[in-house]
């Protein structure tokens, strides 16, 4: 399982690296979706406001989350620990994050259903 793992970071990596200029979405997540992204510069920073959404309005997702930055070239600048979030049924969530080192111009947005 943790060489699974590990080599679908190392794809994603190197798909990441070769996208360019876009805000990228990975979910491993069947009901939790992202229903929105919003990115802004704040000075030499950027935040990030995303929108997460259970379709299934039962169930309640205990998924974690990361932010990984990236510059204008496509090289990740840093990247955040893994933050547990919790998406009920049909009740949005909303989840604001801010780079921690100046020049991040693009983000991936990765959400696991995996809390371990």
């Known amino acids: 399982m943790l060489r699974i793992r590990v080599l679908l970071c190392l794809f994603c990596l ?17 009901d939790v979706k992202i229903q929105s992204v919003q990115k802004k510069e704040d000075g030499d920073f950027l935040v990030v406001d995303a929108v997460l959404v259970n379709d299934d309005e039962d ?11 990236f510059d204008g070239d496509g090289r990740l600048l840093e990247q955040s620990s893994w933050r547990p979030v919790i998406v ?7 989840i604001r994050e801010r780079s921690t080192v100046p ?13 371990s």
């Open 14 to 30: 190197a798909f990441l690296a070769s996208c360019g200029r876009s805000t990228h979405e990975y979910l491993d997540n069947k």
């Open 59 to 69: 169930d309640i997702q205990h998924s974690v989350y990361r932010m990984q930055w």
């Open 88 to 94: 009920k049924g049909k009740a949005p969530v909303h």
């Open 103 to 115: 020049g991040a111009k693009e983000c991936t947005l990765l959400i696991s259903n995996d809390a």
